[in-house]
């Protein structure tokens, strides 16, 4: 419940501190005087967009500051906690700055927040029923969502749309997948056969390094032959070789020992390279006999090379890089058998419209069962604001194919006169009787639900008389139930009323001060003498005075 309003450099609102109490508050004042910017300022801290022409002129900001009592609210308890944006027990402070420069802050208990943050939190606090709401009253949406808000059933309209959202998706999953299978069927015949020629190749990247290796040394097999041939002889087979010299000279300065002991590492030496290069004419040996002048063997490797650069000029790549293409071929033939399980997307379709459906009927069901109920009691409620005879009927007309909102259009029809079929609203009423209606349901809608405060914004406009006395005892019995805050031109209506604000605009007590709005809550005798203003204009006489104190005596709560 709101407990306390606090407004500061707000349009024309100098400052103004308001304790909220229980039942059913009016707020009246002549026109212009600036009854709506009370709105303007609770839908601000409520989460509402603001702008620079908020802050009073020559003022740096505008502040607004909103106390709630939210002991009976523990879902937005669980909510603050959760986002720990928690304060003092049982109490939720909305905070609102504007700053000249066009900057805004947000805070929920002292705790800087987002915008979102801030209208998530209003969600559980207040509903604002607006002067112009018999107006969409004539809408689709409109009336479907007065339904679903009497019938206390946005979950399952959340689930409803998720369903509907989720069914949508594999339907659009499945149907892209059937354009990307025939558009790829060129694809796939392209790359088959291109893994076909790469495998019939069979090719790899080690046989590669070793077809180069080969060719290299058959092809210069009769130079490397003669290079080994020569070596041998050099080394070992003349009359005048390299080893034969080396073991000459070793032998002649082993001799030489006894004479100069320093010549040891020298013959060592000199032995090791002997070892040495008797090992290397046994390895070249060896390798002359490996070399083999197989003109086939060479032909065969020239074949096979041939075969490879011809593939790899028609993929335009180089030879070394024919494997990993025949790699990557293979992977992109497994992704596209992957993405083409239609009949897999098609299953998941299947069971995504079973769920939809399921959603959808256990709303219909909620629908035909509340539609009855809100039928009944507008019905009833028309009877007393002079429309005697008239029906109010929620139609449900079921869709070829569900959308998002479920299986049915929802129609608001009435008989405005008995005897007289039902018709759909917009076709039917006049103005003044469309007031009447949309009035009747947000009394009746707003019963259901936990929201404990609602604020109803000149929903009395065009409407009068005895019917406007209705109005306000509607109104009021509504305030037994939840805090309700009324904005109303109406003196019978304002009569109603446990709580009276009035609005007026002053002008500036000195020169160069700019026009201000003040609200003040009036004792028994202000409201008098402010009813009597709302029933005579200006020149109120002891008549009008009578009449006004007459209308608060009848009432008085018992």
């Given at each position: 419940?709101?407990?306390?309003?606090?407004?500061?450099?707000?349009?024309?609102?100098?400052?103004?501190?308001?304790?909220?109490?229980?039942?059913?508050?009016?707020?009246?004042?002549?026109?212009?005087?600036?009854?709506?910017?009370?709105?303007?300022?609770?839908?601000?801290?409520?989460?509402?967009?603001?702008?620079?022409?908020?802050?009073?002129?020559?003022?740096?900001?505008?502040?607004?500051?909103?106390?709630?009592?939210?002991?009976?609210?523990?879902?937005?308890?669980?909510?603050?906690?959760?986002?720990?944006?928690?304060?003092?027990?049982?109490?939720?402070?909305?905070?609102?700055?504007?700053?000249?420069?066009?900057?805004?802050?947000s805070y929920i208990n002292g705790h800087t927040v987002t915008l979102q943050q801030l209208r998530t939190a209003s969600e559980y606090l207040v509903a604002i029923h607006s002067q112009h709401a018999h107006q969409?009253?004539?809408?689709?949406?409109?009336?479907?969502?007065?339904?679903?808000?009497?019938?206390?059933?946005?979950g399952l309209t959340r689930a409803v749309r998720a369903a509907y959202q989720n069914w949508q998706d594999c339907y659009q999953r499945r149907i892209a997948m059937e354009l990307r299978a025939v558009e790829s069927?060129?694809?796939?015949?392209?790359?088959?056969?291109?893994?076909?020629?790469?495998?019939?190749?069979?090719?790899?990247?080690?046989?590669?390094?070793?077809?180069?290796?080969?060719?290299?040394?058959?092809?210069?097999?009769?130079?490397?032959?003669?290079?080994?041939?020569?070596?041998?002889?050099?080394?070992?087979?003349?009359?005048?070789?390299?080893?034969?010299?080396?073991?000459?000279?070793?032998?002649?300065?082993?001799?030489?020992?006894?004479?100069?002991?320093?010549?040891?590492?020298?013959?060592?030496?000199?032995?090791?390279?002997?070892?040495?290069?008797?090992?290397?004419?046994?390895?070249?040996?060896?390798?002359?006999?490996?070399?083999?002048?197989?003109?086939?063997?060479?032909?065969?490797?020239?074949?096979?090379?041939?075969?490879?650069?011809?593939?790899?000029?028609?993929?335009?790549?180089?030879?070394?890089?024919?494997?990993?293409?025949?790699?990557?071929?293979?992977?992109?033939?497994?992704?596209?058998?992957?993405?083409?399980?239609?009949?897999?997307?098609?299953?998941?379709?299947?069971?995504?419209?079973?769920?939809?459906?399921?959603?959808?009927?256990?709303?219909?069901?909620?629908?035909?069962?509340?539609?009855?109920?809100?039928?009944?009691?507008?019905?009833?409620?028309?009877?007393?604001?002079?429309?005697?005879?008239?029906?109010?009927?929620?139609?449900?007309?079921?869709?070829?194919?569900?959308?998002?909102?479920?299986?049915?259009?929802?129609?608001?029809?009435?008989?405005?006169?008995?005897?007289?079929?039902?018709?759909?609203?917009?076709?039917?009423?006049?103005?003044?009787?469309?007031?009447?209606?949309?009035?009747?349901?947000?009394?009746?809608?707003?019963?259901?639900?936990?929201?404990?405060?609602?604020?109803?914004?000149?929903?009395?406009?065009?409407?009068?008389?005895?019917?406007?006395?209705?109005?306000?005892?509607?109104?009021?019995?509504?305030?037994?139930?939840?805090?309700?805050?009324?904005?109303?031109?109406?003196?019978?209506?304002?009569?109603?009323?446990?709580?009276?604000?009035?609005?007026?605009?002053?002008?500036?007590?000195?020169?160069?001060?700019?026009?201000?709005?003040?609200?003040?809550?009036?004792?028994?005798?202000?409201?008098?003498?402010?009813?009597?203003?709302?029933?005579?204009?200006?020149?109120?006489?002891?008549?009008?005075?009578?009449?006004?104190?007459?209308?608060?005596?009848?009432?008085?709560?018992?």
């Amino acid at each position: 419940m709101l407990t306390h309003l606090s407004i500061k450099d707000f349009v024309i609102v100098d400052r103004i501190e308001l304790d909220v109490m229980p039942g059913f508050t009016v707020l009246t004042g002549e026109t212009g005087a600036g009854k709506s910017i009370l709105i303007d300022a609770l839908t601000l801290a409520l989460g509402e967009r603001g702008d620079v022409s908020q802050v009073r002129l020559g003022c740096e900001r505008a502040e607004i500051n909103v106390t709630f009592d939210i002991s009976r609210l523990p879902e937005l308890s669980q909510w603050l906690n959760a986002n720990d944006l928690y304060g003092d027990a049982d109490i939720c402070l909305l905070r609102r700055i504007i700053e000249s420069n066009g900057r805004s802050r947000s805070y929920i208990n002292g705790h800087t927040v987002t915008l979102q943050q801030l209208r998530t939190a209003s969600e559980y606090l207040v509903a604002i029923h607006s002067q112009h709401a018999h107006q969409s009253l004539l809408q689709k949406d409109a009336q479907r969502e007065l339904l679903d808000a009497f019938s206390g059933c946005d979950g399952l309209t959340r689930a409803v749309r998720a369903a509907y959202q989720n069914w949508q998706d594999c339907y659009q999953r499945r149907i892209a997948m059937e354009l990307r299978a025939v558009e790829s069927r060129d694809k796939r015949d392209q790359l088959e056969w291109q893994l076909h020629e790469l495998s019939t190749l069979n090719f790899t990247s080690e046989e590669w390094h070793a077809l180069q290796t080969d060719h290299s040394r058959l092809s210069h097999v009769a130079t490397l032959l003669a290079a080994a041939e020569t070596g041998i002889e050099a080394l070992s087979e003349s009359e005048s070789s390299i080893l034969t010299q080396l073991n000459a000279i070793n032998s002649q300065l082993r001799n030489l020992l006894e004479y100069d002991n320093q010549l040891k590492t020298i013959v060592d030496l000199l032995d090791s390279a002997h070892i040495q290069l008797q090992e290397g004419v046994y390895e070249l040996k060896h390798y002359r006999q490996s070399l083999d002048l197989d003109p086939q063997a060479l032909q065969d490797i020239e074949q096979r090379l041939s075969a490879i650069h011809t593939l790899a000029r028609k993929f335009r790549v180089a030879p070394e890089e024919l494997p990993p293409l025949r790699e990557t071929i293979t992977q992109q033939l497994e992704a596209l058998g992957a993405d083409s399980n239609i009949s897999h997307l098609q299953a998941l379709e299947v069971t995504a419209q079973a769920e939809y459906f399921k959603q959808a009927q256990a709303l219909s069901a909620v629908r035909q069962k509340s539609s009855k109920a809100l039928s009944r009691q507008v019905s009833a409620a028309m009877q007393t604001i002079a429309m005697a005879g008239s029906e109010f009927s929620v139609a449900l007309i079921p869709m070829e194919q569900g959308n998002v909102n479920g299986l049915e259009q929802i129609e608001f029809q009435v008989a405005a006169h008995q005897g007289l079929p039902l018709r759909p609203l917009a076709k039917v009423v006049s103005g003044g009787e469309l007031s009447r209606i949309s009035l009747a349901i947000q009394v009746i809608t707003s019963k259901v639900g936990t929201i404990p405060t609602l604020i109803f914004d000149e929903v009395d406009v065009g409407i009068g008389g005895q019917v406007a006395e209705i109005v306000g005892n509607l109104l009021k019995q509504l305030g037994k139930e939840r805090q309700v805050l009324c904005i109303t031109h109406l003196p019978q209506v304002a009569a109603t009323g446990n709580q009276q604000w009035q609005v007026v605009k002053l002008a500036g007590s000195v020169e160069n001060q700019h026009v201000l709005s003040k609200i003040t809550i009036l004792n028994q005798q202000e409201r008098v003498e402010e009813i009597a203003r709302m029933l005579g204009g200006i020149n109120i006489t002891e008549t009008t005075r009578r009449h006004a104190a007459e209308m608060l005596q009848g009432n008085t709560d018992d």
